[in-house]
């Protein structure tokens, strides 16, 4: 989704620096619903309008099964005031056309074995750097993240 190209500016905006993700944090289970969407790429949309006003919220996804309402936008409750008043302001001209026009991003593929080349690798674990081992050949490897 589009909104993952705005992940990093939002964590750089968040308080510590710490990661923010609109679809998985407190918000979606503990925020107030400011909107309701009929897609997820709607919901993402004002996520990024709340964003660059430096309003954190979240992007709670319905339960198909058992939930006919359509993805919700939350904020913390202290926010709330200000998020409408973000929303009900129009959009600029051209803000959602270029918002739809960035390209889609793109997870990087995993590195291969150094040793046999293989694409089954596991992450091991994180920390300053990342920790990988190959399935096939068990050889281990440390590649520092910058």
């Avoid at 407190?26 to 964003?51: I, K, N, P």
């Avoid at 995993?110 to 091991?124: A, H, K, N, Q, T």
Wanted: aromatic share 6%; charged share 25%; net charge negative.
């Amino acid at each position: 989704m589009r909104y993952d190209q705005h992940i990093n500016d939002m964590a750089e905006q968040a308080d510590g620096g710490e990661y923010w993700d609109p679809h998985h944090n407190e918000l979606t289970m503990g925020g107030v619903t400011v909107a309701e969407c009929s897609t997820r790429e709607d919901a993402d949309f004002l996520v990024y309008l709340l964003q660059e006003k430096g309003i954190r919220s979240a992007v709670l996804l319905p339960d198909k099964n058992f939930d006919p309402r359509g993805p919700q936008v939350k904020v913390a409750p202290d926010d709330e005031v200000q998020a409408r008043s973000v929303l009900t302001q129009p959009v600029p001209a051209g803000k959602r056309e270029a918002y739809d026009s960035e390209p889609e991003f793109e997870v990087p593929p995993p590195p291969r074995c150094s040793i046999c080349g293989s694409p089954e690798v596991v992450l091991d674990g994180v920390d300053e750097a990342n920790h990988w081992r190959c399935d096939v050949c068990g050889h281990s490897w440390t590649e520092v993240v910058s």
